[in-house]
């Protein structure tokens, strides 16, 4: 079945272009369900944008803690408007990605790794689907429990408090909930989609650095100089091309990922409270505890790989000296040490202008989660 997921002309990125496909975020033709996905795109972003002017015009204090408590919500519909901005970027990327896959699995001595790293891929991604699965179980069966009825003191809470044109009580609060299940799940979608491939892309950076190393470890040729000048060439442009999408891939995840850096220390705050405010639920207690456990391990998959990424960037250069050099005329020494010196480069990904993707920054999340959680704390 999962094979079916599956396109020779994306080698990496099949399963996750068809989620996107699915969402209306990904669309190579603008045809009439293109455009219904469209519509309902900006139906979606409509309703969450609703909350933040409630929340301007009625100050509602419940309101606010129902942003923050499903904050990655909204962030999946930052993450969605800045993939449709920027869709002719992440077009050009993607195609580019795909078609340097298709070339080098010409190669059989090549084929293997690139198999090896979408073999890894896979297994992010599936592994993600299927606790974003869980996980929306969860989040959206938990209004229900947490409601009050009887002794004329009922309580029906929401998953978000955008605008519906219903009551906030029976039959009318069903309704607004169907609406709002569905559009979670319409924006979950979107966050998975956007984050998968993102998180895959940065695999596909690693294993062609790693292939890359590979290419500078054959890189003289005994029997002919010319070779070894055009396997010199071939390399410096690769890795030129790796540079290339490399600024492009930063540039358009940069800001989202900013806003989610900042975005996220709030919300594990505001999650590791409600969780230490729970007593004698243990339903809710698990339900609080799966949500923080799927935000960090969100939060952890682009920062491993994002750190991966930055370590396999500088072996790139040493690989060059694992080849044959030392047998090569003068002249062909002198362009590998040039070439060394050209790949002698860390491959950063960036949150932001100041914040770099690696596992240190992953741990200086946790403690200004943590800082936030003992403020919160503190004025309680």
């Known amino acids: 079945m999962l094979k079916l997921l599956e396109d020779p002309k994306y080698p990496l990125l099949g399963p996750h272009l068809r989620l996107l496909k699915f969402t209306g975020l990904w669309h190579p033709a603008?045809?009439?369900?293109?455009?219904?996905?469209?519509?309902?795109?900006?139906?979606?972003?409509?309703?969450?944008?609703?909350?933040?002017?409630?929340?301007?015009?009625?100050?509602?204090?419940?309101?606010?803690?129902?942003?923050l408590q499903y904050i990655p919500f909204h962030i999946g519909i930052v993450k969605a408007c800045f993939f449709k901005k920027h869709y002719a970027n992440w077009s050009r990327l993607i195609e580019s990605i795909?078609?340097?896959?298709?070339?080098?699995?010409?190669?059989?001595?090549?084929?293997?790794?690139?198999?090896?790293?979408?073999?890894?891929?896979?297994?992010?991604?599936?592994?993600?689907?299927?606790?974003?699965?869980?996980?929306?179980?969860?989040?959206?069966?938990?209004?229900?429990?947490?409601?009050?009825?009887?002794?004329?003191?009922?309580?029906?809470?929401?998953?978000f408090d955008g605008y519906t044109p219903f009551?906030?009580?029976?039959?009318?609060?069903?309704c607004s909930m169907f609406v709002q299940t569905v559009l979670g799940h319409v924006v979950s979608a979107y966050v998975v989609g956007w984050d998968t491939c993102v998180v895959s892309i940065m695999i596909f950076f690693a294993g062609q650095l790693k292939i890359l190393r590979i290419y500078n470890m054959k890189i003289f040729c005994y029997k002919n100089n010319v070779t070894s000048f055009k396997n010199i060439a071939n390399c410096h442009g690769f890795y030129m091309k790796l540079i290339e999408y490399h600024k492009l891939f930063n540039s358009l995840i940069s800001t989202v990922m900013f806003i989610y850096l900042i975005v996220i220390s709030v919300n594990l705050g505001v999650c590791i409270i409600q969780i230490a405010e729970i007593q004698d639920d243990l339903g809710a207690f698990l339900s609080a505890y799966l949500y923080i456990v799927a935000c960090l391990i969100q939060?952890?998959?682009?920062?491993?790989?994002?750190?991966?990424?930055?370590?396999?960037?500088?072996?790139?250069?040493?690989?060059?000296?694992?080849?044959?050099?030392?047998?090569?005329?003068?002249?062909?020494?002198r362009n590998i040490a040039l070439l060394a010196e050209t790949t002698n480069r860390r491959f950063v990904f960036k949150a932001g202008p100041y914040y770099e993707m690696s596992l240190a920054t992953f741990v200086s999340i946790l403690r200004t989660s943590y800082s936030f959680f003992t403020l919160l704390n503190e004025t309680n």
Request: with cysteine.
């Open 167 to 174: 009551d906030r009580v029976p039959p009318g609060y069903y």
């Open 30 to 67: 603008l045809d009439r369900v293109a455009r219904l996905k469209l519509l309902l795109f900006c139906v979606t972003t409509s309703f969450f944008c609703s909350q933040y002017v409630k929340c301007v015009l009625f100050l509602n204090v419940d309101s606010i803690k129902l942003i």
């Open 98 to 159: 795909s078609e340097i896959e298709r070339h080098q699995m010409l190669q059989k001595d090549i084929t293997i790794h690139i198999k090896n790293y979408i073999h890894r891929s896979r297994r992010v991604t599936f592994f993600f689907w299927a606790l974003a699965f869980f996980s929306n179980f969860s989040i959206f069966t938990e209004p229900y429990r947490k409601n009050h009825v009887g002794n004329g003191t009922d309580s029906y809470l929401y998953l």
């Open 299 to 333: 939060l952890l998959l682009f920062y491993w790989y994002s750190n991966e990424v930055t370590h396999e960037s500088q072996l790139v250069s040493y690989s060059l000296f694992e080849s044959d050099w030392y047998y090569a005329p003068t002249i062909l020494q």
